[in-house]
């Protein structure tokens, strides 16, 4: 056991559950297929990670031997009525286990990197809190020495002022924050764009699935 838990969120591959907005654009199947390159690029990513404890929390129920490898990974089921308390939870359980920091991130961050995940664990020397501002208003990554329960309840999400809640909730209780890169979140069509997915709509394969191309940005 080392003293940092990486925490990541990722949704069970049920048809219809994942990149709900994203497929309105493109169609159910293809946005499955585009989250599932997602996750299997995050898993490249903190598989990349040494010194550090990593666990997977499903949305619905634990996976095996998917793309994170179970010797690898600690694996558990998110827990809550609510984002705020599933990831409230996730931190609890990290520091009831005896971790000193940990670190949250999602599964749909096209450019998430290796270098962005180990600033936020030495920004935690420094600050309270460390987030990581996505470009829609909201935050990708949280970190935390101790689980401050006020930076998550009562909090609704999916709208473009969720990290501004968080810094003021985290300033009335006298929280210092430091910021990691601002990335973005993958939602919608003219996300893939920016994270260099193309889908190629006049070669469909055997399926009739159109194939793309995914060009992740990671630094290293």
Known sequence: MTDNQLIVFVKN?????????LAKDIGQDMAM?????????????????????????????VELWDFFDDKKYQKSLQEGKDLGQKMLNAFYDAFENGYQKAVLIGSDVPDISKKVIMDAYE????YDVVVGPA???GYYLIGMKDAHKELFEDFAYSHNQVLEELLDA?????LTVGEVKTLFDLDTKADMKK???????EEEDDTGTAPFDFDPLDEY
Request: charged share 35%.
């Open 13 to 21: 591959l049920i048809p219809g559950t994942v990149k709900t907005r």
């Open 33 to 61: 297929e585009v989250y599932k390159e997602l996750v299997s690029y995050t898993s490249e990513i903190t598989d990349k990670i040494k010194g550090i404890d990593r666990v997977i929390y499903y949305s619905e129920y």
């Open 123 to 126: 920004k935690l020397d420094k």
């Open 135 to 137: 470009e829609d208003g």
């Open 170 to 174: 985290a300033e009335d209780k006298n």
């Open 195 to 201: 994270a260099g997915i193309e889908i190629v709509l």
